[in-house]
């Protein structure tokens, strides 16, 4: 249940979809950029495959403490309710 909450309350903010469209943008153009550079055998090759790894997993970690911060709160909320009545 608190999962919907929270799907609901970051999907229905604009800035977190701004966000979720920034870090798509970032994580295409990083996989092209690594594509190009491994067709044109370039210096830069390694470092675009790492970070092409690295963003998409940061982004994945920040979603994921972010949802468990809000069920933390949640909960909180939720157990100081319980005890006022």
Known sequence: MNEDK??????????????AIIALVIIVGLIIATFVTGI?????FMGFL???IIVPAFVYVVLWIGK???NQAQDDKTQ??????
């Open 40 to 44: 044109t055998g370039s210096k830069y």
């Open 50 to 52: 790492i970070l092409s």
């Open 80 to 85: 100081e309710d319980d005890a006022g009545n």
């Open 68 to 70: 468990v911060f809000f």
């Open 6 to 19: 929270y799907i609901k309350r970051v999907s229905g903010n604009k800035l977190f979809r701004i966000m």
